[in-house]
């Protein structure tokens, strides 16, 4: 029987990877109510604290007030206004760029930057763990598409032998299920080489990393020379919505020209565009969001080791602790959250098999208190784990 999705969606339960929405009755930040149940929340990537700011939320309301509430057209139509100029120039400036383009959502961005990048006869080489927008950019580009082992220089050297046409090396910055970071000096060492331009997704890195916030690139001190193409999202460190590429001039006009998710899209609302521009202006200037961040990841990562839990190689917000099993990171979730805290459980196919997680994200918004709180929990329920494995 054709389209049997009752069946997929059993197979999917029975191989505990059916995924569920929780429904959120509260603004974000470290106390949500989710499902009607107030728990403390380790699990969004709102990772300088700013989705919910009041100076934030104030420049939305005035913008809204002075702009309106959509976007009414494409940006090439009548739906570039001025809030989306002025955050894109402020934009290329915190990328030291001459021009940054905005984009609806960082899947767009992607898309829309591979797409009009590369085709048929060129190359698209991607890291085996970038994200689903990159890998499906990489798809549908047309380009012969290939994925080098995991930040592995040599092996991605070993394909760009192999290349054709217009080549474009494209990787995370930050990887967003891991927390480790792409040796960006060794993959635009090895990109150059062979005439290929390095592509870097920057999504969780913009904030959290760089002396400004200006991600992985800032904090390898990195050109546009060695990363003409940089990609980042609004809906992360950032705390409100939309992505951007920040190029060359030419770049941002090509994508202006031939990237179809940007031409075909209505532009975000005006009043959006206002509270990014409030939101970039305290990720530059409030330095002790990124300190008090930094804190809270060594606090956790020691505390984590004295518990005896794996963690993976990341100096980053995103803290993952390596379980293996989907069902018992499933159920080691659900333990948490009858304790008051919440942080998800992810599982194939978002990971490899084998390799399911708790993925912790800390925040510039959680305590010192409020870490201990996680780290207690955690070992209560991994001691709890060990006896029930011991007696199975």
Avoid at 118 to 144: F, I, K, P
Avoid at 219 to 237: I, N, R
Wanted: glycine share 10%.
């Amino acid at each position: 029987m054709p389209f049997d999705l009752a069946a997929r969606l059993a197979a999917r339960r029975a191989d505990n990877l059916y995924r569920q929405r929780p429904l959120l009755e509260s603004p974000q930040g470290p106390e949500v109510v989710v499902d009607g149940q107030p728990l403390l929340a380790f699990c969004n990537n709102d990772y300088l604290g700013l989705a919910n700011h009041p100076q934030v939320i104030e420049a939305w309301r005035a913008g809204a007030t002075r702009w309106g509430v959509g976007g009414g057209a494409s940006h090439l139509v009548i739906g570039h206004s001025s809030p989306h100029h002025a955050l894109e120039e402020a934009l290329a400036d915190l990328t030291g760029r001459p021009r940054a383009l905005l984009f609806t959502t960082g899947y767009m961005a992607n898309l829309g930057a591979v797409t009009a990048l590369v085709g048929q006869g060129d190359t698209v080489l991607e890291d085996r763990l970038n994200h689903a927008s990159l890998l499906d950019a990489g798809l549908l580009s047309g380009a012969r598409f290939n994925r080098y082992l995991h930040n592995d220089v040599r092996s991605l050297a070993n394909r760009l032998e192999k290349a054709t046409g217009n080549t474009l090396v494209v990787t995370d910055g930050v990887f967003s299920m891991d927390g480790d970071i792409a040796d960006l000096p060794a993959l635009a060492r090895a990109a150059k080489a062979k005439g290929a331009w390095l592509m870097v997704d920057d999504a969780h890195g913009f904030g959290p990393l760089g002396a400004q916030g200006g991600g992985v690139v800032e904090h390898f001190g990195l050109s546009q020379d060695d990363v003409p193409v940089l990609v980042g999202t609004l809906g992360k460190a950032f705390g409100t919505a939309g992505a951007f590429v920040a190029g060359s001039e030419a770049l941002v006009e090509s994508l202006i020209q031939f990237a179809r998710p940007y031409i075909y899209t209505t532009s975000q609302p005006p009043a959006l565009a206002c509270a990014t521009l409030k939101s970039l202006e305290l990720l530059r200037s409030e330095h002790w969001r990124r300190e008090h961040l930094r804190g809270l990841i060594r606090q956790f990562r020691q505390g984590a080791e004295q518990i005896g839990l794996q963690l993976m190689d990341s100096f980053t917000p995103i803290q993952p602790i390596l379980v293996g099993d989907a069902g018992q990171a499933m159920h080691l979730s659900q333990r948490l959250r009858e304790r008051g805290l919440m942080v998800t459980a992810i599982r194939p196919p978002t990971v490899p098999a084998g390799s399911a997680r708790l993925r912790v994200t800390l925040t510039a918004a959680h305590s010192e208190a409020q870490v201990q709180r996680l780290l207690d929990a955690l070992a209560d329920c991994f001691a709890r784990l060990a006896k029930e494995s011991s007696h199975a």
